[in-house]
């Protein structure tokens, strides 16, 4: 849209099946700044609740405070949702998190499986959502109370995520089992009405696509607003816009929430107040850049956080955030464009106040807060949903809007509302105000410039796509110490193998060796083990060791099967592989998952969301035919959360034909030390083939299910909600 008039005369901005999905009536809003806020909000809310609580979330630990009682915390969210059920019979809740894949994730809260975390109790209802394109995400963050409440924004139930609006940089409550984090600013927005019951069609679609049952509406209509959360907006229209990916469950993409954020841009006047973890989006640098080349563009402000989480946020995002700042001041020649962070001293070196919002405040009329970042992937390939609310001409609207935004920036200012507002009037400028009202103590600082780093299209391309990208991309991308090398003729790696071979049969025939590591003393060492009444323990609990140091495991069951014979050797055997199974796995969920990332391998990286997917089958194939050495294996599953039962069963069923065969072997090998005719040769080689054959069927299943995987990608089955599953009433 070229001509801003339309707008400023006071016309619609929302254009429902364009720039949002569905524009509800709301009796009643109320933005909630920081999580102390929002959590003590949400249980007050879910207090009313009688038929059910949904809860759409990138993360969610049931360790979460939701409130505390001096330094303590008061409830903790696990316990409160369980206590809720208790109490109230014909009450569900519902959790969907995003399932995300092991060379994303992060650290999270461990999976209620076999008693280990916490225990949802009946009617507490805990999924995850695996139906999002490869290297996308589910980023919304909902939560609706029998549709009479909804709450939408940037914050998770989850850790590390509790502040208040002081971000105080001693706070003692702001911790996770003792370790404390920095101070952490987010937002979210309450809203009842048609707009709740519009975001409960939302949650239930989203439900649905992801685990295919449906959750039933409300049936009760009380009021669940909290009675001490003041709304500071009444009767106002609000949009919902969506970012969905193009999938098969989709007819195309949704990118509602790009398409509002370049309208808003456009019909700005005054002044474009912004708020965002990222800033990265080439569309909304290119809509900035239009408006600033105007001959009377808007005041814009941009407050962000000044440093990244770890190296590779370092190395992509603040790179790509250079790019765009770097451009914006190139194109600002009326000193109407500043990027800001907010500054509280005290804080530790390396950390600073985590901005986590995403906020939009435009000329006193719109206010929006949401999921999305002002990133690419938040425009195209991650599930986001963002509120935003049109105040139109209704002056105690227009103040609330305005009283929004300078509560945020009073805030970061370290000032109260009335004094920022004050010299917002005095200075005609938010930009003047700004340096005004700057100190050494809490405050806002510029974002100074900085030289754009080389190569930073292509991190652009890959790790803040516009759409989504194929997983051997991400690998490539994020696996670069994992990549295969190409150099180098074949036999530069077979002849130190070969060296080896030969070493070891000079070693066996012209060295001591020859005498003392015998086949009759080693049968004779195996068949005295059987003697001692706790070998079998000793020999189950050597798995583990054995699996960890890379030695081969067969020659272990091998001597069980000659010591305590075939039938007693395979139990053995089996018991040993379970506890090394089991030893990996766990060890697979305690480590980081960057670790075992770098363990496995580009093969078994890829390998990994084979096993996320397909579960049980992938499991019992890669025991079949495996593609790194079992303890790796173990470790991948671990930390991609694969379910223990299935990794553990397939493992077993995996290794069930090896370890006969093995134990079989054992029984052949000591019958020719006692009796050399003894020995069944057709038999052997029956064993040899059936193993073989195992092995290259099971790996060509691999093979194709890996492509499978890759060519449906950008087509995931029920991922993401249609244009139309919102529709008007």
């Not at 008039?5 to 009643?28: D, I, K, M, Q, W």
């Not at 005609?428 to 410039?449: K, N, P, V």
């Not at 074949?490 to 070969?498: D, F, H, K, Q, T």
Request: proline share 6%; net charge neutral; glycine share 6%.
């Amino acid at each position: 849209m070229d001509s801003l008039t339309s707008y400023r005369e006071g016309a619609e901005l929302f254009a429902p099946g364009r720039n949002c999905a569905h524009v509800a009536h709301a009796g009643r809003a109320a933005p909630l700044i920081d999580a102390e806020s929002y959590f003590r909000s949400f249980a007050r809310a879910a207090e009313h609740a009688q038929e059910s609580i949904i809860i759409l979330a990138w993360d969610f630990d049931s360790r979460t405070p939701l409130d505390f009682d001096g330094a303590t915390p008061h409830v903790l969210l696990g316990d409160f949702l369980n206590d809720l059920v208790r109490r109230r019979r014909r009450l569900r809740i519902y959790v969907l998190i995003w399932d995300y894949p092991m060379i994303f994730g992060t650290d999270r809260e461990t999976r209620p499986i076999y008693g280990l975390g916490w225990k949802p109790r009946r009617r507490v209802h805990l999924r995850y959502d695996n139906t999002h394109p490869v290297g996308g995400s589910h980023h919304q963050k909902i939560a609706v109370i029998d549709d009479s409440i909804a709450f939408c924004g940037g914050l998770d139930l989850t850790s590390k995520r509790w502040d208040t609006c002081e971000h105080a940089a001693d706070d003692k409550r702001r911790s996770v089992e003792g370790t404390p984090y920095p101070p952490f600013h987010d937002a979210m927005i309450a809203l009842d009405g048609d707009a709740a019951r519009a975001l409960g069609r939302l949650a239930r679609d989203r439900w649905h696509r992801a685990t295919g049952y449906v959750i039933p509406p409300a049936r009760v209509h009380r009021d669940a607003w909290p009675d001490d959360l003041e709304p500071q907006f009444s009767a106002i229209d609000a949009a919902i816009s969506r970012t969905i990916p193009d999938t098969n469950a989709t007819a195309g993409a949704v990118k509602e929430v790009e398409a509002l954020y370049v309208d808003m841009i456009r019909a700005a006047e005054s002044y474009i107040y912004l708020e965002n973890q990222y800033f990265t989006s080439e569309t909304i640098r290119a809509a900035l850049a239009q408006r600033l080349a105007q001959p009377d563009p808007p005041e814009i402000a941009v407050v962000t956080r000044r440093l990244s989480h770890g190296w590779l946020e370092e190395a992509t995002m603040t790179a790509l955030r250079i790019r765009v700042v770097k451009s914006l001041r190139a194109a600002d020649t009326r000193g109407r464009f500043e990027v800001y962070y907010p500054y509280t001293p005290g804080l530790q070196d390396g950390t600073c106040i985590d901005v986590h919002s995403k906020i939009a405040v435009v000329d006193d009329r719109w206010l929006r807060i949401g999921s999305a970042n002002l990133s690419n992937r938040s425009m195209g390939v991650d599930t986001e949903c963002d509120i935003t609310l049109d105040a139109r001409d209704d002056e105690a609207s227009r103040r609330a809007v305005r009283a929004a935004r300078d509560v945020l920036l009073a805030e970061h200012l370290g000032v109260t509302p009335e004094r920022l507002r004050a010299e917002v009037a005095a200075q005609g400028s938010l930009h003047a105000a700004i340096r005004q009202l700057h100190c050494d103590a809490r405050t806002l600082r510029r974002i100074e410039d900085e030289e754009e780093p080389a190569g930073t299209d292509t991190l652009a391309a890959v790790a803040d796509p516009e759409q989504p990208v194929a997983l051997d991309q991400l690998i490539d991308f994020f696996s670069p110490d994992t990549r295969r090398s190409r150099g180098g003729p074949a036999w530069s790696r077979i002849v130190p193998i070969g060296c080896v071979f030969l070493a070891l049969f000079l070693a066996w025939r012209y060295t001591p060796l020859a005498d003392w590591l015998t086949a009759d003393r080693i049968i004779g060492w195996a068949r005295a083990a059987a003697d001692v009444s706790w070998s079998p323990i000793a020999v189950i609990l050597a798995y583990v060791p054995v699996a960890f140091t890379l030695f081969p495991r067969p020659l272990l069951t091998l001597f069980a099967s000659v010591a305590y014979g075939p039938t007693m050797g395979f139990v053995i055997g089996m018991s040993g592989i379970a506890l090394s199974a089991l030893a990996a796995y766990y060890t697979g969920r305690a480590v980081s998952r960057d670790s075992v990332r770098r363990i496995a391998g580009r093969r078994l990286n890829r390998t990994s969301e084979v096993l996320r997917r397909r579960g049980l089958s992938a499991a019992i194939a890669v025991s079949i035919a495996p593609v790194a050495p079992f303890v790796v294996v173990g470790m991948v599953a671990g930390a991609v959360r694969l379910r223990l039962w299935q990794y553990l069963l397939g493992t077993l069923i995996g290794m069930l034909p090896g370890t006969l065969v093995t134990t079989f072997f054992g029984d052949q090998i000591a019958a020719a030390l006692d009796s050399p005719a003894g020995i069944n040769y057709w038999l052997v080689a029956l064993a040899i083939a059936v193993m073989v054959a195992l092995v290259v069927i099971v790996r060509r299943w691999v093979e194709r299910v890996e492509k499978e995987d890759r060519e449906a990608a950008h087509r995931a089955p029920g991922s993401l909600l249609p244009r139309a599953a919102i529709s008007p009433g």
